[in-house]
């Protein structure tokens, strides 16, 4: 089977995480979130995680240096030799050079649209499980127990830091001036592919899946 490189690019909220872990059990390639590295990092309280908090807290991005260095160290390990997909990274037009400098040619790029009103809505009501990272929404997609996670039983969902209406803003802001000109950046190298990320996490997932197809 053909081993991609990928990078899922889009405003926070836009389903990211949702598709890439999809895509990564479907392709069987590793799924390496730099969010969920660094929120693994504060948990642990290490010298990254410490480092990192406060940017995240406030919805603000953490320095590229670091970024750069957990996403180097994580490309070198054997799982990631001949594929992964990338999610939220880079986030910056200096990291999209760093990983152009490690060597790595993305094979797609795929950018997941959505509108601003709707990633408040969504980020809003989002509900995320402290112990292994699943995520729900208050309305949209409540867990099956109330406060308790589906996948792991864990009691006691928790609103992220970063899901607070002035982290959103934050984050919705640091996207449209550091991040969204990536779309650019990788249009021109020809690997963008734009899917509407409005529909159901399975609508989204059957764009993505024709786009990897060529259809
Ligand atoms: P995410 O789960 O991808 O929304 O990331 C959560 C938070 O982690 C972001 O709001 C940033 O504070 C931080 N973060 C994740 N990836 C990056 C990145 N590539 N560059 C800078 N900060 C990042």
Do not use: W
Not at 110 to 139: F, M, Q, T, W
Not at 145 to 154: A, K, N, P, S, T
């Amino acid at each position: 089977m053909s081993r991609y490189r990928l990078m899922m690019l889009g405003p926070p909220g836009a389903g990211k995480g949702t598709q890439a872990k999809r895509l990564a059990d479907r392709l069987d390639i590793p799924h390496v979130s730099t969010g969920d590295m660094l929120r693994e990092a504060r948990r642990k309280e290490s010298e990254l995680g410490k480092k990192a908090a406060q940017f995240m807290e406030a919805g603000k991005l953490v320095p590229d240096e670091v970024v750069i260095g957990i996403v180097r160290e994580r490309l070198e390990e054997d799982d990631a030799a001949d594929g992964f997909i990338l999610d939220g990274f880079p986030r910056t037009r200096p990291q999209a050079e760093a990983l152009a400098e490690m060597g790595v040619d993305l094979d797609f790029v795929i950018n997941i649209e959505v509108a601003d009103e709707e990633v408040v809505s969504r980020l809003g009501g989002r509900l995320s499980c402290p112990n292994c990272g699943a995520v729900y929404h208050k309305e949209a997609k409540p867990p099956k127990e109330d406060d308790v996670c589906d996948v792991c039983g864990h009691r006691g969902l928790i609103t992220r830091d970063d899901d607070r209406p002035e982290a959103i803003r934050q984050r919705l802001d640091s996207y449209h001036q550091k991040t969204s000109p990536l779309i650019e950046f990788y249009s021109e190298r020809d690997v963008l592919e734009n899917v509407d990320g409005a529909g159901s996490p399975d609508e989204v997932n059957d764009a993505i899946a024709r786009r990897l197809n060529g259809d």
